[in-house]
C-alpha cells in the first residue's frame, strides 16, 4: 500500500507522534499489532504491512 505525501502527513497527525519512530527514508509506527514500517518511495509513502 502506498500513500501521498499528503495523505501520509495526516495519517500521522492522527495516529499521533506517541507511537511513531522517524528517519529520513522511514517511519515505524508502533502498532498493538505489531511494527510497521513506512519507506519513501519517489514521492510516495509504502508498505509492505497487510491490510487489516
Do not use: K, Q, S, Y
Not at 17 to 26: F, K, Y
Not at 32 to 45: H, L, M, N, Q, S
Request: glycine residues 4%; aromatic residues 8%.
Amino acid at each position: 500500500m502506498c500513500l501521498t505525501t499528503e495523505a501520509f502527513a495526516l495519517f500521522l497527525n492522527i495516529i499521533g507522534a506517541e507511537v511513531l519512530t522517524a528517519e529520513t527514508d522511514a517511519v515505524t509506527i508502533h502498532a498493538t499489532a505489531g511494527d510497521v514500517i513506512w519507506e519513501r518511495v519517489e514521492d510516495r509513502w509504502c508498505t509492505d504491512a497487510p491490510r487489516a
